[in-house]
């Protein structure tokens, strides 16, 4: 059950900084009217669990802005689990209201879905999926773009400041998706809730467990986990670099990802499939999904050449590390070795045929 909106009030101007991210951004999960875009007018932030001070989780600077809440007593604390609200909505997977005007959920697809968001009460969709985003579909029903695009081994800085940044808009409901709305979406989700200094990082990956963010995409929970508020000055900078289409970063930066993770699977390979020493968060399995998934996305998203060829190896490579992956969830350390180094030659003729001559 959705609690009423509180009620408007007059925030004072905090010292040292006119805008700040907790101020407009607040709406987002107490219920702003939609188009306020007057910093001076905000609704009060929703209470954060017993014992957390407001902007507890902000780590730069040396000063905490006031707390520009009520008194804790005069409203009860939210849970310190979560609960998301599961609404059906017209193509869009694992639809999740978070907060009276903060939604996550995955890719809309159709005039049906942006105008269902539309009739929640959303004004602002925010991709972090690498596809491009339908931003006509959006417009035609009233709805801005934000394009963030992350991947699965975490959230960088940049992206952070932008989704902090997204207070400043003050243009009504959020709703925050990736694909399918289980890893990225629900992480940019709680990044967004905390920069309203809503939720602390315990809540936060609380409620990644709740959207289903697999537990293997230690990046994601270590990204909400460290989060430290980005300073005003970067909100406001990252505010004007929001854009309807980021460009595709295409094959190059996502093969420079891909080797990283090659390097670290051959680390682990020649360990006999153990953690490595000092590396606690590059493990076996993870290690595999991520590189698995950087070949899924660049399947999808159409990166490099057009040539069927090429497009056969790539779904080739991705079976064989779903193999492996299989077999290293199985225990079966010879069988995963094995599809590693056919992987690997695999890797070698695909260069020699696509990147060492082209």
């Known amino acids: 059950m959705v609690r009423p909106s509180p009620p408007i009030r007059r925030a004072r101007r905090l010292p040292g900084a006119r805008v700040l991210s907790g101020l407009v951004i607040a709406g987002l999960l107490a219920g702003c009217l939609p188009g306020q875009s007057d910093p001076a007018r905000s ?13 507890a989780s902000s780590r730069e600077g040396t000063r905490n802005p006031p707390n520009p809440m009520p008194a804790a007593s005069s409203r009860p604390s939210p849970p310190t689990n979560p609960r998301a609200e599961s609404i059906p909505l017209p193509g869009i997977e694992n639809a999740r209201r978070i907060g009276p005007n903060l939604w996550s959920g995955g890719e809309p697809s159709g005039d049906p879905a942006f105008a269902a968001l539309a009739a929640q009460g959303v004004r602002v969709v925010v991709s972090v999926d690498g596809a491009r985003p339908d931003v006509e579909a959006a417009r035609r029903h009233g709805l801005r773009y934000v394009h963030v695009p992350i991947g699965y081994d975490g959230v960088p800085r940049g992206a952070v400041e932008s989704l902090a940044g997204l207070a400043r808009l ?23 809730a905390m920069a309203a200094g809503a939720w602390d990082p315990a809540t936060a990956n609380a ?16 990204a909400v986990r460290e989060f430290s508020m ?3 000055k970067a909100v406001r900078a990252a505010a004007r670099r929001l854009v309807p289409v980021q460009p595709p970063k295409g094959l190059v930066a996502a093969m420079v990802t891909a080797d990283h993770q090659a390097e670290v699977l051959d680390a682990l390979q020649r360990r006999g499939w153990k953690p490595l020493d000092g590396r606690p968060d590059e493990t076996a399995v993870p290690s595999a999904r991520l590189l698995r998934e950087q070949f899924t996305e660049s399947i999808r998203l159409g990166h490099g050449p057009g040539d069927d060829r090429f497009r056969e190896a ?29 992987l690997r030659n695999d890797c070698r003729a695909c260069h020699q045929a696509w990147r060492d001559r082209r």
Request: net charge positive; hydrophobic share 40%.
């Open 314 to 342: 790539m779904r080739r490579f991705e079976a064989g590390l779903a193999v492996m992956e299989d077999a290293l969830r199985a225990g079966e350390s010879a069988k995963a070795s094995d599809a590693w180094k056919a």
């Open 230 to 232: 980005p300073s005003p």
């Open 43 to 55: 609704v009060a932030l929703p209470p954060k669990p017993a014992g957390i001070p407001a902007h």
């Open 207 to 222: 409620w990644q467990r709740e959207a289903g963010t697999s537990p293997e995409y230690e990046g994601l929970y270590r």
């Open 170 to 192: 003050g243009e009504g409901g959020v709703f925050v998706h990736c694909h399918h709305g289980r890893h990225r979406g629900p992480t940019a989700a709680a990044i967004v």
